[in-house]
């Protein structure tokens, strides 16, 4: 398991510290869009809980914070309009993951062809 530190810029975000650009939320995560996008809709999904990557959230999460937080993707999917063209999810972790911010994320790539996307 990887150690949670705080001083990531995501907790920051989480904590109204920094300024960001929300998209939507539940009482289990946040969305809201990236800084650098990738793609014409770039939104990033974090929980509401110290989560460093995948394997962590999924270990230690509850059942409740678990379907929060996809429900959050679902619904994110659905108001960026990105059922009927598609879009990809990308959750990176860790070093060989090449995982930059070390707070739990889903990415939501699309409103474009992503496929060849790195
Ligand atoms: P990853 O490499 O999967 O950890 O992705 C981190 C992502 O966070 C990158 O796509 C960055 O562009 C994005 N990012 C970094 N800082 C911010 C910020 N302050 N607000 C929104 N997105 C950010």
Redesign the pocket.
């Known amino acids: 398991m990887s150690k949670y530190r705080k001083d990531n ?2 907790n920051k ?1 989480l904590h109204n510290e ?1 300024p ?2 929300f998209v939507a939320e539940n009482e289990f995560a946040l969305a ?7 793609a014409n809709v ?1 939104v ?1 999904v974090i929980p509401k809980g110290e989560f460093s990557t995948f394997y962590d959230f999924h270990s230690t999460a509850n059942s409740m914070q678990i379907v929060g937080f996809y429900s959050l993707i679902n619904e994110v999917i659905s108001s960026m309009k990105l059922v009927q063209t598609g879009f990809k999810l ?3 972790a860790g070093s060989n993951g ?5 707070h739990f ?1 889903v ?1 939501i790539l699309g409103g474009e062809n992503v496929a060849d996307m790195p």
């Open positions: 810029v995501f975000i920094i960001y650009d809201f869009r990236d800084i650098d996008p990738k770039h990033l990308v959750s990176r090449g995982q930059e911010v070390l994320h990415h």
